[in-house]
């Protein structure tokens, strides 16, 4: 259960996306002037890692009967969510807690956390069958760990940005994480700091960055990294737990001696962000048909977990066909699809009022009003 809008030339970002709108490689004409416009390439990679981040969870229970499935889902885990975490912390560069940044964090983020522990609280004691399950804002369930750590990532900003080292710092706090199975499930502290290394690094990036990652030699080189990793994890899948890519465990609770934990939080930081780097290699620059859904990541993220769980619920994987290859087939052709549609502008637009509300009143009427003493 733990595991794991765009109106116009130039639109707002969802929450996850950073608190400034990412200006366009190359602004469109129709542009007004002095607008911002999104770069196509981020949206594309946002599109396609929540999509490979829908297929994950929909091949979670073919997992057991097939290793190819399985290989396949310890690849994908192993880069999805440190691709969105990075860019992530990426358009988070510019966050220095002003209060206009401070009343974003809090619409965009904190209150959709909010009611979406609550929502997904309600559902699933129908679908699990638990009905006294409580509602706890300290202890995230299901999907909503991510909105409590960029919380708490984008909190921390202007730190990372004042250390000297801070990827050496972050992966410090990380691997000393894995040795403190103490730190429990509030707020799924866990989890938000072995993850905190990849929000680090993508503080820490600049346009050039993406720039090499998008040469022809690396979309080459990509290629038979992938399959590398793809025949590494086939071969590891009976030997590993996959539980290591989902990083809310101490190395304690996944049965490992202490040491363990610290080593493979460098050696699956290193995989990761290879990983990531020729993920972003294949991403598309130009304008795509899928483009405009970028900026609706975040809703497919928290809105497509009400399928699964109800798919759960309603025993679609017991039939035996779904646990054959065309099944596999077919359940991640569905999954990408319903991750589609819970993108597009008409399902951002029904849901914008839990997702990025205005709260008007409960704010002072500008920001310089936030300076003022009490």
Sequence with gaps: MRPAQQRGTAPPQTPADGVAAHPATHPARSAPEGAKQRDAFFDNAKYL????????HAW???????????????????????????ISGYFSRGFDASPRQIKRLVTGVAVPYVVFEVAYTLFTRWTDRTPDRPISLLDPLYLTWFLAALFIWRLTTPLWRLVRRPLVLALAVAMLATLSPSIGNVLDLQRVLQFLPYFVVGLCLRPEHFQLVRRSE???????????ALAMAYWAVPRMNDAWFFHRDSAEEL??????GPVMTLV?????????????AWVPRRRMWFTVLGAGTLYGYLLHGFVVQGANFGHWYDHGWVHGPVGAIAVTLAAGAVVTVLCTPPVRRLFQCTMEPELKWAFRRDATDLRRPL
Excluded: D, K, N, T
């Design 255 to 260: 049965a490992a001696p202490g040491w363990y």
């Design 49 to 56: 890692a929540i999509v490979l981040v829908a297929m994950g």
């Design 218 to 228: 690396v979309r080459a080189l990509s290629v038979p990294v992938f399959l590398g």
């Design 268 to 280: 699956l930081f290193g995989c990761s962000m290879v990983l990531v780097a020729c993920f972003l």
């Design 60 to 86: 979670e229970p073919l997992r057991g009967g097939s290793r190819s499935v399985a290989a396949l889902y310890m690849v994908v885990y192993a880069f999805h969510m440190p691709a969105f975490i990075v």
